[in-house]
């Protein structure tokens, strides 16, 4: 179904798609384990019926209407306590490959939500193996909604939705491989204080009051900044405090 057409140097020149599956991360690590697959390698369904999201969570997308993919990298070059870049560059590279398509209100949520207009469009889960210190293997999952126009949730949107006609999907997967190999190129070229830059100007409610909740209280506080393990450093009454991603939700 999927014809690589990308402009990149390695990022999806190899594709593997399948009909359907649970998850496109799963199946990656799978073959991954048993053969080794060249950095970059795309695996990618038209029907991932069960696919994972952060916190536990499942991923929920029609079959045949969104992008569900699953992207091989192999960053050694980069140490265990620095592995949330690999969070920045994915989504830096959805907010670039939606920023092309000319739309309003795209934001990061914390970590890696992508929104437009505050609803969802984008979610990901980045699976790290560790090697001493540094990451030898990471799974980068991206569900990314396109044609889809009926969701189960009021808080979910789509490319189509938004732009009121329909994309092509192998031409959509295609920019967004060369928008996240770009980003990578960069991390991997030592600029990660840039990423971090970028990354913080584009996230939702930076440096503003916002609405949280942990452990069942709402309190309000600002985002200061992300650490390097992914913390999100809130600033509550003149405090700095930091949290999780297990221990705070937004409250939108």
Not at 100 to 112: M, Q
Not at 166 to 179: A, C, G, Q, R, V
Not at 211 to 227: L, Q, Y
Not at 239 to 245: G, N, Q, R, T
Request: aromatic share 8%.
């Amino acid at each position: 179904m999927y014809k690589f057409l990308a402009k990149t140097l390695f990022v999806g020149q190899r594709l593997i798609f399948v009909p359907e599956c649970q998850s496109t991360n799963s199946l990656a690590v799978e073959l991954a384990s048993k053969s080794a697959l060249p950095e970059g390698t795309v695996v990618i369904t038209s029907n991932q019926f069960a696919g994972r999201g952060q916190r536990g969570n499942t991923w929920q997308a029609t079959a045949g209407m969104n992008l569900t993919f699953s992207v091989l990298l192999k960053p050694s070059f980069l140490s265990v306590k620095s592995q949330f870049a690999l969070t920045m560059v994915t989504s830096l590279s959805v907010f670039d490959f939606l920023e092309e398509k000319k739309l309003d209100g795209v934001k990061i949520k914390w970590p890696n939500d992508i929104l437009v207009g505050k609803k969802k469009i984008c979610g990901m889960l980045i699976e790290n193996s560790i090697q001493g210190e540094t990451i030898n293997q990471s799974i980068v999952g991206i569900g990314l909604n396109i044609n889809q126009t009926e969701f189960s949730i009021s808080t979910a949107t789509s490319l189509s939705i938004i732009c009121g006609k329909n994309f092509d999907l192998n031409d959509e997967l295609n920019l967004l491989l060369e928008k996240l190999e770009k980003r990578y190129l960069q991390l991997r070229s030592g600029k990660q204080g840039e990423l971090k830059e970028e990354y913080l100007q584009n996230l939702l409610s930076f440096n503003q009051k916002q609405k949280f909740i942990s452990n069942e209280i709402e309190f309000e506080g600002v985002i200061k900044t992300v650490n390097d393990s992914g913390e999100l450093i809130l600033n509550m009454s003149g405090d700095e405090k930091s949290f999780s991603l297990k221990e705070v939700n937004f409250v939108l």
